[in-house]
């Protein structure tokens, strides 16, 4: 009877962290938690973020997003241009054999241009990544008032 008993908390005990479990895989690219940050009430566009780990020994390139929740996708980057940070769009970005590459606020992003609903904390909406080799992998982005913690960025 102890072990039934245990057995049952601990199924009721690791529910929460399964469902905060918020990493998927695209062949041997791992994308892990991607989210983005809770839209002010006027604001026409959001940014997702999210990080890649490629577990292969050959390199990809993530070469587009999409979203429903979207009329238009872009991959930016922030880059400091004549001593003032701006942000432009890139026709992809390169991920490593065995490396990462973090999609982060002030680095490299989605862009999603005229986001057809404001985007509220705890609801989540689709987006599809697209890689040369690993092919496409559809995600959930996490909707949040703030960046995750440091520990659940990757």
Known sequence: MKLRTLLLLAGLLSTPLLAQAHEYKAGKIEIDHPWSREM?????NAAAFFVLHNQSDTADRL???SSPQAQKTEIH????????MKMQQVQG??????GEV????MGYHV?????KQQLKD???FPMTLRFEKAGEVQVE????????AAGHAH
């Open 122 to 124: 705890g609801e989540r």
């Open 93 to 98: 970005v390169d991920v490593p054999a065995g």
């Open 40 to 44: 002010p009430p006027s604001a026409p």
């Open 141 to 148: 982005v996490a909707v949040q008032k703030d960046a995750p």
């Open 77 to 84: 980057e922030h880059v400091h241009k004549d001593g003032l």
């Open 63 to 65: 070469v587009s997003a």
């Open 111 to 115: 862009m999603l241009f005229g986001v």
């Open 102 to 105: 973090k999609f982060v606020p």
